[in-house]
Structures are given as C-alpha cells and as structure tokens.
C-alpha cells in the first residue's frame, strides 16, 4: 500500500505553489491522487514513486525499492548549515552536495552525515529528519526554524509519539546533547526509521531502547499506524 499518499501529496503541491504560484497547483490535489493510484494499480511492483514538479507538468519516477538496514553510523558533515530562502515544506531534488558529503563519508567507514549549524545546533542528515532521545527518556527533534526539512515521516512520529504517552518536544538540540543521549534516530520515507549506532566515536545501545518500542507501534515505515 501507499504510506501517507495525502501528506505526500500536500507538501509537494504546497512547493510547487510556491515556486510556481501561476499554475494554481494548490487545487489539483485529488487530480494529482487519482493519477498516482491509476499508475499504481498498473504497477504492484517492490518499489516506490517519486514525484517531481517544474512549471506546469508532474513528473513520476519509478525506483525500485532497496532495503536498508536499521542501524547507521554517522558522522558530522562538513558543510555547516546557514539560513537561505528555501522554506522547510520545499524538497529541494538537487542532491549533489548530499552526495559529496556521504561520499566522504563512506570513504571514513560511516554511513551518512549530520548537519549543525554555526552554533553547533543539530539541524539534520542528508536525506533524514533526526530524532534524539535524552538520559531522560524525552524524544526531541529540531524545529523546522532550525533549517530542517518538514519531513512527511517526521510529522506522522510527532502525532503519534504523543498518542502513546511518550514525551516529545520540538526544540534545539546542540551538539553535546546529541552526544550525551541515549538513542539517535533517522526519519526518511524510503529508508524508514534507523537506529544510529555509532556517531563519531560515541556508540550507542539498540538493545531494551524506545526505538525498538516505536518500531512495534508503528513499523519502520508507519505501516501499523
């Protein structure tokens, strides 16, 4: 099935509205749905859609589903995140400088990269919203101020954390909290949710964690919400 079609949806026509605003894209929500359950019913294929716009034309791409383990290591990005004009409900398709960092990454024997910016504050990975869990058992994430993208999967974890009486807040998290936590976490509609078990030297346990918790509640990808 497809996970969180409407939220897709709505944030892709959200951004498109804004980059281009004269083909009223905001009111071709059920048109663009019915288009992708169409395809969709063609193609039950193991694999997933990627929708881009430009101008006044959707363009869908097929890709086939790869799985990803469930547990990263990461490091700390080169790039230090600044303040632009892209507002946090646009993804942005140009992932070149995501891919030169996880280039270098690989090439140190880690999976992907965090981002901070000139404070320190954590923002987010490549293609990830990150989740933290502190020593005191409360789940933060960044806000969208801090220069993260309103990732679909993260705006789903947030409600539902909070349904499961779990203590979630959304605010700033520096960098030597990250690394005084207890859990890190990955958010990303592809890969799904992932434990980091090492950032830079400093590992962490999977074993008896909230993250194994979450996944029970909702799988990897939100498919048991």
């Known amino acids: 099935k497809m996970l969180f079609l409407d939220s897709h949806i709505k944030r892709l026509l959200k951004g498109a509205s804004f980059l281009f605003p004269e083909f009223k894209w905001s009111e071709s929500h059920a048109e663009v749905k019915q288009y992708i359950e169409d395809v969709f019913k063609?193609?039950?294929?193991?694999?997933?859609?990627?929708?881009?716009?430009?101008?006044?034309?959707?363009?869908l791409e097929k890709k086939l589903?790869?799985?990803?383990?469930?547990?990263?290591?990461?490091t700390?990005?080169?790039?230090?995140?600044?303040?632009?004009?892209?507002?946090?409900?646009?993804?942005?398709?140009?992932?070149?400088?995501?891919?030169?960092?996880?280039e270098r990454?690989?090439?140190?024997?880690?999976?992907?990269?965090?981002?901070?910016?000139?404070?320190?504050?954590?923002?987010e990975a490549t293609t990830s919203n990150i989740f933290v869990v502190m020593?005191?058992?409360?789940?933060?994430?960044?806000?969208?101020?801090?220069?993260?993208?309103?990732?679909?999967?993260?705006?789903?974890?947030?409600?539902?954390?909070?349904?499961?009486?779990?203590?979630?807040?959304?605010?700033?998290?520096?960098?030597?909290?990250?690394?005084?936590?207890?859990?890190?976490?990955?958010t990303n509609s592809v890969k799904g949710l992932r434990f980091v078990s090492l950032f830079e030297k400093v590992h962490f346990e999977k074993e008896n964690s909230t993250f194994n918790q979450v996944i029970k509640f909702f799988g990897r990808y939100g498919e048991l919400v």
Not at 47 to 59: G, P
Not at 87 to 97: A, C, Q, T
């Open 42 to 59: 063609e193609d039950r294929s193991d694999s997933y859609f990627r929708l881009t716009v430009f101008d006044d034309c959707l363009y």
């Open 65 to 74: 589903f790869e799985c990803h383990a469930d547990s990263l290591k990461a």
């Open 76 to 102: 700390t990005a080169l790039k230090v995140k600044s303040n632009g004009l892209i507002p946090s409900f646009l993804k942005n398709s140009n992932y070149l400088e995501a891919d030169l960092e996880l």
């Open 105 to 123: 990454a690989k090439l140190e024997n880690f999976d992907d990269v965090i981002f901070f910016d000139i404070d320190q504050m954590l923002t």
């Open 135 to 186: 020593p005191d058992g409360i789940i933060k994430t960044p806000p969208l101020s801090s220069m993260v993208l309103d990732g679909v999967i993260r705006q789903n974890r947030l409600v539902e954390l909070v349904k499961k009486d779990l203590k979630v807040e959304v605010t700033q998290i520096s960098k030597e909290e990250l690394i005084s936590a207890k859990e890190v976490w990955f």
